[in-house]
Nanobody, 124 residues
Framework: QVQLVESGGGLVQAGDSLRLSCAAS????????MGWFRQAPGKEREFIAT????????AYAESVKGRFTISRDNGKNTVYLQMNSLKPADTAVYYC?????????????????WGQGTQVTVSS
């Protein structure tokens, strides 16, 4: 069973960039599709980005398309979320998740493994 630990969150200003990392252990990382989700105060958790096991294909929520990039390094058992042009609306707890499923998985119900989350706060 894979364990996930996110890092890289923090307080930034609007327009800044931030890169989140999610380190995996306890499983064969290349066998998992990986996703990033976020949950803002008072809102439901929402899909942000997902990557195939190989990293060859990705998908994004419309709200972050063109600003965020998901990537993975299977040799380092790590998935990243590069976030550029951050907005106050991006303020949330960000979670990475892993799934043994196939394809580009955008529903949180398809991810059985989750990290503890990392806070991202964007000030205006």
């Amino acid at each position: 069973q894979v364990q996930l630990v996110e890092s890289g969150g923090g307080l930034v200003q609007a327009g800044d960039s931030l890169r989140l990392s999610c380190a995996a252990s306890g499983g064969t990382f290349s066998m998992y599709a990986m996703g990033w989700f976020r949950q803002a105060p008072g809102k439901e958790r929402e899909f942000i980005a997902t990557s195939l096991r190989s990293g060859d294909n990705t998908a994004y929520a419309e709200s972050v398309k063109g600003r965020f990039t998901i990537s993975r390094d299977n040799g380092k058992n790590t998935v990243y979320l590069q976030m550029n042009s951050l907005k106050p609306a991006d303020t949330a707890v960000y979670y990475c998740a892993a799934s043994e499923g196939f394809g580009l998985l955008t529903s949180e119900r398809l991810y059985p493994y989750w990290g503890q989350g990392t806070q991202v706060t964007v000030s205006s």
